[in-house]
């Protein structure tokens, strides 16, 4: 497994905006490139967000992404106007996993 972390650094005032359209790009992706999905965490950094993707391998992350979608175009490029600057901050291989989708 292949995971991608991102540091997101928003305008002022637009972090309902990004995290909205945040979640429609993440489900497009999800939906129409093969990825297992995404995370977006609020940090102690005001207007920072960071976000992690995971993929099946590094190769599908990489591969140049064509989503026809028209709502995904749309929020990709609201996404990006909440944005000051944002950037991949890690490529990460999976090494050990022990992460648990419930609480014992």
């Not at 637009?14 to 490139?33: D, G, Q």
């Not at 976000?51 to 990489?62: F, I, N, T, V």
């Not at 026809?68 to 175009?73: F, T």
Request: aromatic content about 12%; overall charge negative; glycine content about 4%.
């Amino acid at each position: 497994m292949f995971v991608a972390v991102y540091e997101f650094e928003i305008k002022e005032g637009a972090e309902t905006s990004f995290r909205e359209a945040w979640l429609e790009v993440t489900k497009a992706i999800y939906e129409h490139c093969g990825s297992f999905g995404s995370r977006l965490h609020i940090s102690d950094k005001p207007n920072i967000l960071v976000g992690y993707a995971q993929w099946p391998d590094r190769e599908r992350w990489a591969k140049d992404r064509h989503v026809i979608d028209e709502k995904y175009h749309r929020a990709r490029k609201h996404m990006l106007d909440c944005l000051v600057q944002s950037k991949t901050v890690y490529e990460l291989e999976v090494s050990d996993d022990y992460l648990q989708p419930v609480l014992a």
